[in-house]
């Protein structure tokens, strides 16, 4: 699985798919900045008048419903749609979901209508989007991610989808197959986005391999890997946030192979 | 004063109260990433369709006009009401009040109808609402604070508010009673968002303290003195952008015992 | 043309003139914090409300379409109009131009309906905007500089603006005058924003000075220079975002007399 990530890291790199993102306003810049890094080609595009017409052009679609609003969601089903006819990858980040209603409704709908391919969210939102009683504190989750795996798993077998929860432990299943991802560093908690650039990198990761469970949990696993490399001299959270694109766009091979903790139930 | 602007800032940490934000676009991930090194927990949300959902959930109000549109003045309406309903605080940051009527009127509008709990603002801002004939050159103060300082003592009086002055030095008041805070770095007004952030700081202080006057003289001190100590080496500005979100987070009471410089009115 | 350089970036800090920004959400940030270390004083303001009070107080404005939508469209002709009434420099960022027919056609618009005093984009936006038959993949550039030069050239007769295209080489002309700016740095292109950036920082040269084509060299030199300062010690992407502010603030005369690149056509 390593190698495996490895070399979809070298294709997002020589192919520079274009991630289309409609996201919130908090990481737009953060996001971009950290598909470029990775070595994808971002775009940021909501309107109704022009999400279809940038889908077409687009290699993964993401969306994060962070900062939602009446005419984003209606942009969302548009590129939804059109990402589904083109059969490109959709990464689906409920942020806040179980917070407001408008965020859980939007979420669910988004879910229900549309084949989802990535479902990414923390333990609490992936809790409240499979119905039980969680409540998420604004956007921080306040589940731990095992509280949340059977959730996941029902989620991705109800959806057909692959439901990803990340958190100090990451959780990637399928329904029937599954991955846990230990990278990562808790100064990725201390900064705003890193739940969202996740979802965008895992997009990238889609864009470049057919099967989404090994993409989620490859694109998981080299973003924990550059937080873990970021925090190496134990710097304030103003600065990782720095270092940590620093450390997407310097990722070799060998962090990979070196540091990547990936452990999954299918066999190799 | 210190001690209690200690005492504030380890309640942050321990309770992490939620802050909604219905704040403008430049500062929205900075102002996040400064409320997460607080040790508070940023949220924004600014749909009409869910900002009373979230002020539900929220310990304190922010309402930044300082990318403002229609729509989002109706959600700051709806999520005014919704806050003074639940008597949680809410700090008003009237952006570029003085600039455009649309900011004036909004900033009246808002404190006409509302228990405002504290108006934060530069010296043209404040001004421009007591009805001076200031200007403010676009967002940024043509004024210096002392200036200002009978407009504020005027509104703090007409609204039952704490008004706040930022600048060079900070004068906060509530009409009786004032205080002065000496804290601070010139490089603070060389990045775009300081005075946004000290808005959402002094939200997050209003969110564990019931005096608002106490409330935003000891955050309006943290958020100086996290300035002066990422000054220290004098980086330049873009370095100093993080290195502020850095000193928020390794802030301690030490730091505020030793660095602390604030005047009162009242005795202590 | 070094010192005439040198001497509109004394005047910008000296003039502190007024930026207003009808920019996208991505880089709204990024965008203000180089102006303030560029010298000039930005503003973002975009409501069909406000925006031509705004423009009143403006001594340049920037329309940038990279997140548009319908009423933001209503937003940039109604600045535009007011701008072209008060004879204050006009600037054009046409990002994503060829990628969706809602950004060509905004475009091409706005210059159809009023005379934009610089068009600036990248090759392939340029190309598109002069009907080649040229896809812009997303935002990213898919063409060098010199493919671009007639496009410009036409373009420029055209509409009598000044057009300019930034890529590894910068090319800027008014159609019978041009010139080249060679400075600059590979990991300018690793940073979400720096065309955006480029955009804003040539209003802030235009502003200070009468002749846009002098106006925008020298503001691309400087933005290129900074670039090459900020990129000296080799960071990773993500620091070079903030070195690149702080070598903008740091610039000095110096700088631009033993770093500026810059060919003109024209006799000096």
Known sequence: MLAETARCLEKIRAQRP???NITNYVVMNYTANALLCLGASPVMAHAVEEVEAMVELADALVINIGTLSAPWVDAMFLASRAAI???IPVVLDPVG???TAF???TAR???DEFGITVLRGNASEIMALA???STTRGVDSVHATDEARSAAVELANVYKAVVAITGAEDFITNGPKSARVANGHPLMGR???TGCVASSIVAAFCAVHPDPLVAATAGLSVLGIAGELAARDNPGPGTFHHLLLDALDAMETRNIEEKGRIAVSWEQ
Chains 1, 2, 3 share one sequence.
Request: charged content about 25%; hydrophobic content about 40%.
């Open 191 to 193: 900064v705003s986005g």
């Open 97 to 99: 979901a179980g917070a």
């Open 85 to 87: 006819e083109r059969s």
């Open 131 to 133: 119905g039980l009683n």
């Open 18 to 20: 274009l991630v289309h």
């Open 109 to 111: 709908r988004l879910l």
């Open 103 to 105: 965020r859980t409704d």
